[in-house]
């Protein structure tokens, strides 16, 4: 793993609080990264997580109007759901009950505040490396779409079973 | 001895639990959404924000980007709002394909993958996804919401259509309600109204607005006295009991507008 790939990694924090947001971009631009954009509006967030493209999101529970698992709610709509967009969730509700609610509502990891600044950073990099691994599986195939064949777009079912039919390529969901 | 409610607070595992969980965020997205739209037809305002406002939650519930609402007036199909490459607001459009099989007392949605869109504007007709639900009312369909993907996208869940339903039909009561189509207007409610004279209805039509005969006479620019005698003629032409009677007989005559 390149860590220069890693260092041009887009993050998107989403906190309704603006000293946890310095706090939090003070510590990824200490660990080097240079594409942080943050939020205080979560109402804005889905706008900038469709312009921005972020390959993380670190994301608060708690805030007002639009709270954490309305954002991870919404994000699980847009998404693609062969997509790897991890999203790491910070809050100071460290209730079993919002641990269980936002990691079912598809966050990749859970901190509760107050954290250690390393292991938070730590956690950062791990989910990352994860992104990047599934980046760079898709620059390796391009065209060659990730989701099962029954979820593709008809054209593209036609090509790959064309495709499989004239014995180029195995089916790998086929059971 | 579990109770239910034991039952409810440790799931049997994980996946139970994760399922139960993404069930309840959901419904809460699809409540806020009737909420939302229940808010924007709530307050007095511009009707053509408040659609248009609806119609972006509604794109934002399927996160699709492209949409149009349409609603049927004066026998056409009439553009109220829309976003993204559709036709404008106020635009008539011809009802046939998908849309005339919607429009035919068609009950639920229409979904629609890989197909050609005749609601799109430009070159590219192909759209992934086209959702269409019937503005139901009565029992008639008197409109229809589009929501449109470009790209491909997964089918919609059915509870979100089920939503959008309910949408659907709060958007035909908010829209017939301003419309005041003259079709309400019967066969002999017609005739009882051709016995006022031109003066008599004009008193008619002012008097849901609850004027008073002298602020209706210097409105039509006659004596008070007059306007009085005009009154008490529409009571007695169209047998109603008082002015109050009498002005909720014109607002249903859709004569207030």
């Given amino acids: 793993m390149n860590e220069d790939d890693l260092l041009s990694s887009r993050v998107l924090i989403i906190d309704d609080q603006p000293a946890n947001l310095r706090l939090l971009e003070d510590l990824l631009t200490r660990e080097g990264l240079t594409h942080v954009v943050s939020t205080t509006d979560a109402q804005r967030a889905l706008d900038l997580y469709a312009a921005f493209d972020p390959d993380l999101i670190i994301l608060d529970l708690m805030m007002p109007e639009l709270d954490g ?62 992104r990047a691994l599934y980046r760079r599986l898709q620059v390796l195939s391009p065209g060659e779409p990730l989701a099962p064949i029954r979820f593709q777009s008809r054209p593209l079912a036609e090509d790959t079973i064309t495709r499989r039919l004239e014995g180029t390529e195995t089916d790998p969901d086929y059971k | 001895m579990k109770t239910p409610a034991d039952q409810s607070d440790t799931p049997l595992n994980a996946r139970a639990a994760r399922v139960r969980y993404r069930h309840a965020e959901g419904s809460a997205t699809r409540l806020r959404l009737l909420a939302d739209a229940g808010g924007a037809l709530a307050v007095d305002g511009n009707q053509a924000t408040a659609l248009a406002i609806i119609l972006g939650k509604a794109l934002e519930l399927l996160s699709v980007e492209d949409g149009v ?130 003066r008599e209805l004009q008193v008619f039509s002012l008097m849901p607005r609850g004027l008073t005969n002298a602020a209706m006479a210097e409105q039509l620019g006659i004596a008070t006295g007059t306007v009085k005698i005009h009154v008490e003629r529409i009571l007695h032409k169209l047998d109603l009991r008082d002015r109050t009677q009498a002005a909720v007989c014109a607002a249903d005559y859709g004569l207030d507008a």
């Fill in chain 1, 69 to 130: 698992y309305a954002v991870l709610e919404q994000l699980k709509r847009r998404g693609d759901p062969y997509d790897y967009r991890p999203v790491l969730v910070v809050t100071a509700d460290a209730t079993m009950e919002a641990k269980r609610r936002a990691l079912s509502l598809g966050a990749k990891d859970f901190l509760t505040k107050p954290f250690d600044t390393i292991e938070a950073m730590l956690r950062v990099w791990n989910l990352l490396e994860t």
């Fill in chain 2, 69 to 198: 609402l349409l609603f049927v007036k004066d026998d056409g199909l009439h553009v109220y709002a829309g976003q993204g490459p559709v036709p404008p607001v106020g635009a008539r459009l011809a009802v046939n394909g998908a849309l005339r099989t919607l429009l035919q007392d068609r009950q639920l949605p229409l979904v629609r993958q890989d197909v050609q869109s005749s609601l799109r504007i430009g070159r590219e007709k192909t759209v992934g996804l086209e959702v269409l639900i019937p503005l139901c009312f009565g029992g008639k369909n008197v409109g229809a919401l589009a929501l449109i993907s470009a790209r491909q996208v997964p089918s919609p869940h059915a509870d979100d259509l089920a939503t959008l339903q309910i949408l659907g039909t709060m958007l035909a009561m908010a829209l017939l309600v301003t419309s005041k189509p003259a079709a309400r207007i019967s066969g002999n409610k017609a005739a009882e109204l051709k016995t006022l004279t031109a």
